[in-house]
C-alpha cells in the first residue's frame, strides 16, 4: 500500500541504508521529538483550514468516506468502522459521536484522518536511527496491503490515537532510492496521538501531543 502525496526531494549525506552494509535485519526507531510535534501539528491545522470551511460544518470529506469501512475506526473505544459498508458505518459514527459532536467537529477531523496523514507523519519526522545510532533518512514506507491495520481511535474528549500495525514491502527514501524488503519479516509499528479543540464558531485546532506514548518503529529484514 502506497500512500499518496509527494515525496520529498531532499538528499542526505548521512543514509544507513545507502552504506555498503544495509543486510540482514536492523531496528529503526523515529525521532520523535518537538521539531516533529511543531512540523506535524502545522501540517494538520493546514489541511483543516483549507478544506473546512462555515459551507462544510457537519459534513464528512470524501477521503474520509473512502477509508470509513476499510480502516478501523472508533469513537470512544467502540468501533464504529463496518467492513465494506459505508452507510453502516456512517451511521454508527453519528450514532457514537452524537448530532452535535458531529457537526462540530466531523469537517475537521476528516480533512486529516485518513490514510493519507500517515504520509504527513512521515513527512514530518526528521529522521530515523538504528540501534547503532545511525541516521536513516526515510520518506515513506510501503505497506503490505493483506497484513496491514490502521486505527484511528477519536475520543471526544479531545484525544485522537493513531495507531499502525503493518508489514513492510520496502522503504523509500528521501533521495527516491526504494529498498526492498522481505515483507514477511518486516514491520511498522507506530502510535501518534493528538489533541483536538475546537474553536468557537471556527474549525478546529489540533496539536501533535509531545509524550513517551508517541513511537514508531520500523524492523526491516532486507533482501539480499
Not at 456512517?90 to 504520509?119: C, K, M, P, R
Not at 509499528?189 to 475546537?198: A, D, F, G
Request: charged share 20%; hydrophobic share 35%; glycine share 6%.
Amino acid at each position: 500500500m502506497f500512500f499518496s502525496k509527494k515525496i520529498s526531494s531532499t538528499n542526505t549525506q548521512n543514509n544507513g541504508i545507502n552504506s555498503p552494509d544495509y543486510f540482514g535485519s536492523k531496528t529503526l526507531t523515529a525521532i520523535l521529538d518537538k521539531g516533529f510535534a511543531q512540523k506535524f501539528s502545522i501540517a494538520i491545522n493546514n489541511l483543516i483550514v483549507n478544506e473546512t470551511s462555515i459551507d462544510t460544518r457537519g459534513l464528512m470529506s470524501g477521503s474520509m468516506q473512502a477509508d470509513l469501512s476499510r480502516m478501523d475506526y472508533y469513537i470512544d473505544d467502540y468501533r464504529v468502522s463496518t467492513p465494506g459498508d459505508f452507510e453502516s458505518s456512517y451511521q454508527n459514527f453519528i450514532n457514537h459521536g452524537g448530532e452535535q459532536w458531529t457537526h462540530d467537529y466531523v469537517d475537521s477531523i476528516s480533512a486529516f484522518l485518513h490514510q493519507g496523514v500517515f504520509v504527513d507523519i512521515f513527512e514530518s519526522i526528521p529522521y530515523w536511527e538504528d540501534s547503532s545510532g545511525c541516521r536513516w533518512d526515510i520518506s515513506m514506507a510501503s505497506l503490505h496491503r493483506s497484513n496491514c491495520s490502521n486505527v484511528f481511535n477519536i475520543n471526544k474528549s479531545g484525544i485522537i490515537e493513531i495507531r499502525s500495525q503493518s508489514q513492510v514491502n520496502n522503504v523509500i527514501l528521501k533521495n527516491h532510492d526504494i529498498v526492498a524488503t522481505n515483507n514477511l519479516k518486516s514491520t511498522l509499528s507506530l502510535h501518534i496521538s493528538l489533541i483536538i479543540m475546537k474553536i468557537i464558531g471556527s474549525h478546529c485546532l489540533v496539536i501533535a501531543d509531545d509524550n513517551l506514548a508517541n513511537r514508531a518503529t520500523l524492523q526491516l529484514d532486507f533482501k539480499v
